[in-house]
């Protein structure tokens, strides 16, 4: 198994980008858990994913998917559901050819996942390759699965440039510039992506997003949101709450206060028509994510059960369309949130700005 050739920024500096072109518009277990020194959340009923499986077959060119990283649950999750054979055009066709183990070498508790998930994913027809060239070669789209964001850009370089589509999971990056640049960078080579929690999609909150409460007036989402120390707070596990929140919420946030404590985080967002949304990050009690939104017509309670069906449903799609489900600036501005809310911590909770979050995270690309 190769280790990653180079650090991020060895491989920017020897990758320069463009100057970047930004508009920023005024299921639910199993998710994988990591808390402060714990191993990652194992699926339920993992042990038994790869004997209980009953196999398609192998899918016509075309409709052939590699994945990068296999340090996730992730992984053999959305491979079970996209290579079930009981699937029928669930999946438009699309089935898991081949994966290329190597993720999150920084992260110690999911590079030690990577020999368990490679083999639970065998018996699912997949074959394991040795680089990822190699397995862009092989297929014809991609899911980007490692935890690691801080190697994602390096990861995707290679599905970049041979322009096929590719998912790339949470978290994206390890700051909101790193988000940027992969837009930008995918732009370049005219690469088909996106990305996305799967809580955006569950019925619960779509039905919200479409009109179930009326006007949405405010909400309040809740979400483990555990610590991991190679990414700002919310990024690693918050981001599950922050996305439920703005996709109810809907684009206008224009500034984040977050207050930091060891238990939790409670981040409130104030939109540019008034509105406020908060999302509590917890690393204590009971696992849960949720929420409540408050709209014209009636308060709902949050429905965020449907685990990760309906996300890989719309990646099928995406594959066969080319089209993201996901507009980037709406996955811009969940780590705008994110960003701005590391920031307000550094600052004892005062509000930050969405415009000079992003400002500063264009600067910093830019080598200014």
Known sequence: ?????????DFLKMMPVPGLTLALSPELVPFERSGRGANAHEAPGEPGLASSFAHSGPP?????????????????EFTKLMNDANA???????????????GSPGIGRNASNIPKYTELIKPMGVKIVDSIDELVKQVDAVLLETND??????QAMPVFKARKPIFI???????????????????KYKAPMFSSSSLRFVDGVQSVANGQAGKVLGADTFSPAYIEKTHPILFWYGIHGV??????????????????????????????????GTMRGTRDGKYGIGGTVYGDKENVVLDV????????????????????????????????FMQAAEESIKQGGAYISIAETMKKAVEANRGK
């Open 88 to 102: 029928g055009d669930t999946y438009h066709g699309y089935q898991v050819t081949c994966a290329y183990p190597q």
């Open 305 to 336: 059960s449907g685990g990760y069906k309906n996300l890989v449903v719309r990646i099928a799609e995406f594959f066969k369309t080319g089209t993201p489900p996901v507009r980037k600036e709406q996955t811009i501005e969940v780590y705008a």
């Open 1 to 9: 198994m190769k280790k990653p050739s180079r650090s991020r920024r």
């Open 60 to 76: 016509p060119k075309g409709k052939r998917v590699g994945i990068i990283g296999l340090d996730t649950s992730h992984s053999t």
């Open 243 to 276: 996305e439920t929140l703005l996709t109810v919420m809907g684009s206008g946030c224009e500034a984040v206060s977050c207050t930091h404590t060891e238990n939790a985080d409670i981040a409130v967002g104030r939109w540019s028509d008034g509105r406020l």
């Open 169 to 187: 999971d949470k978290p994206m990056g390890v700051s909101l510039a790193d988000v940027l640049l992969q837009f930008e960078t995918a732009e």
């Open 149 to 154: 964001g801080a190697i994602h850009l390096e």
